[in-house]
Structures are given as structure tokens and as C-alpha cells.
């Protein structure tokens, strides 16, 4: 019993001995700071997400507008238009049609004139060439097809667009794609257009290309 008393005795001793001499390594360390390295560091930088206007891939500069223009997939989704973060116009606004979509915009102030859809299968084609002529000088005219922007399509609305600055007016025919931003009496051909033919040998959809989008960022007219 008393060989058993002095073991216990001295692995208390042992113990205590143990605890005082953890105790002052710890205090010699002065309350010091530990970093974390860098990539451990919880108080880094968080990252900005940048949102643009119309969901652009990147902002525009100062005194352009942004847009996007869809077109729509093949004859069950309409097209959407969006112009400086406004969606102009689009199947859930409910104010597309099968044909061809226009938006106008005031070229200097962004300010969102009219829209209007022209049915170019079996509608009448002199409500376009009137609502053509009667473009205001200054105004951005955005462009979206659907289903068959073609058919009816004339010399005479083909030589419209045209002076709107489309380079694929000419061409444009029955169940094509096309998206485009012009301007009334535009000198110079449009650098915002793109255009799929119809092609059963290579549509996506049965008796459609794929819908086309665009988006960018174009120069408010100085007034």
C-alpha cells in the first residue's frame, strides 16, 4: 500500500511539473499575433460583381446607350428587345408578333418612341412601308424577327431598310433570322446586324435557323 502511495504521489508531482512548464512557454509568447497566410485570410477583399445594362458582357462608355436584341426561335418563342436596361419589348410583356418586331428610340435622349409587330405572312404590307416613311430623323430603329419575316416583303420596304443601314434587307426571305439596330437615313452600312437563311440542310429547329442575338453598345447623337 505505501509503494502504491508513493507512485500516485509522484505522478501528481509529475503532472503539476508538466502543467507549470506549458503554462510559461505559452505566456512567453507575449500574446503575439499569429497571421494566417494570405490565402487562409478571412477579412480579403470580397469580389464586386459588375452588373450591365441589359445583362451586356460589359459595360458601355459613357454617352453610348446598351442594348440586346433576340430573335425569335423558330415559331414558339418571340423576340425580346432591351434598350439601356428597359426590356422594350418580349413574350412575357405579351407585345410580339409572327413577322417582324420594331422598336423606336430617340437617338439623343434614349427615350423609347414606339413598338410595333407587322405580320410579313399573310399581313398587309403598306402599313410597313407607311410606318417606314414616317421614321422621325435621329431615331434608332431596332429590328427582331419572328417565325417568317419575309413573304410579303416588296422592292419597296427592301430599299427602306436598306436606308436604315441593313445590309441583309436585300436578302431577307421566308423563315429566315435576323436582328438588327439601324438609324433613319444612315450614311454608312450598320456595324450591329446578323443574319441566317433558311436552310434545311443546316437549321437548327425543323424549318428554322437558330435564333440570333445581339448586343452593344451605339453612340448617343449629339443633339
Not at 509568447?29 to 470580397?46: A, F
Not at 413573304?151 to 427592301?158: L, S, W, Y
Not at 437549321?203 to 435557323?209: A, R, V
Request: hydrophobic letters at 40%.
Amino acid at each position: 500500500m505505501r509503494r502504491s502511495g508513493v507512485l500516485r504521489l509522484l505522478a501528481l508531482i509529475f503532472a503539476l511539473v508538466t502543467t507549470w512548464i506549458f503554462l510559461r512557454s505559452y505566456s512567453s509568447l507575449n500574446m503575439k499575433t499569429i497571421r494566417l497566410p494570405r490565402w487562409l485570410d478571412l477579412d480579403s477583399k470580397k469580389v464586386e460583381v459588375v452588373r450591365t445594362k441589359c445583362g451586356l458582357s460589359k459595360p458601355c462608355p459613357d454617352n453610348f446607350f446598351a442594348f440586346k436584341i433576340s430573335s425569335g426561335a423558330a415559331n414558339v418563342v418571340g423576340p425580346t428587345m432591351c434598350f439601356e436596361n428597359r426590356v422594350i419589348m418580349s413574350p412575357v410583356k405579351n407585345n410580339v408578333g409572327r413577322g417582324l418586331n420594331f422598336a423606336l428610340v430617340n437617338g439623343t435622349t434614349g427615350v423609347v418612341l414606339t413598338q410595333k409587330c407587322f405580320d410579313m405572312y399573310s399581313g398587309d404590307i403598306t402599313l410597313l412601308v407607311k410606318f417606314l416613311k414616317e421614321i422621325p430623323e435621329g431615331t434608332l430603329v431596332l429590328v427582331a424577327s419572328y417565325d417568317d419575316p419575309g413573304t410579303k416583303m416588296n422592292d419597296e420596304t427592301r430599299k427602306l431598310l436598306t436606308n436604315l443601314g441593313s445590309s441583309y434587307a436585300k436578302k431577307l426571305g421566308f423563315r429566315d433570322s435576323w436582328v438588327f439596330l439601324g438609324a433613319r437615313d444612315l450614311r454608312d452600312k450598320s456595324p450591329f446586324e446578323q443574319f441566317l437563311k433558311n436552310n434545311p440542310d443546316t437549321n437548327k429547329y425543323e424549318g428554322w435557323p437558330e435564333l440570333l442575338e445581339l448586343e452593344g453598345c451605339v453612340p448617343r447623337k449629339v443633339s
